[in-house]
């Protein structure tokens, strides 16, 4: 059971990946295509500034706790 739970939370977060990249490749073709920016600039720092926390979170958190498995 826990094998079958890590197996689908890594096709789980490789779908997400999948379509994050596709949203971004979506907003630069509509941007150009409009001749205009395609996502907000507030919005696109905060979603990097997410991304950048988030992964910083983990790398922290598994180095102060050796037994966190993902």
Excluded: P
């Excluded at 907000?40 to 720092?45: D, E, I, M, Q």
């Excluded at 988030?54 to 993902?70: D, K, P, V």
Aim: net charge positive; charged share 10%; with cysteine.
């Amino acid at each position: 059971m826990a094998q079958a739970v890590k197996f689908m939370g890594t096709y789980l977060m490789l779908g997400s990946g999948a379509f994050w990249i596709l949203t971004y490749i979506l907003l630069i073709q509509r941007g150009f295509k409009d001749q205009t920016y395609g996502m907000a600039l507030v919005a696109l720092c905060a979603n990097l500034s997410w991304e950048f926390i988030g992964s910083n979170f983990f790398i922290l958190l598994r180095c102060a706790n050796h037994t966190y498995q993902f």
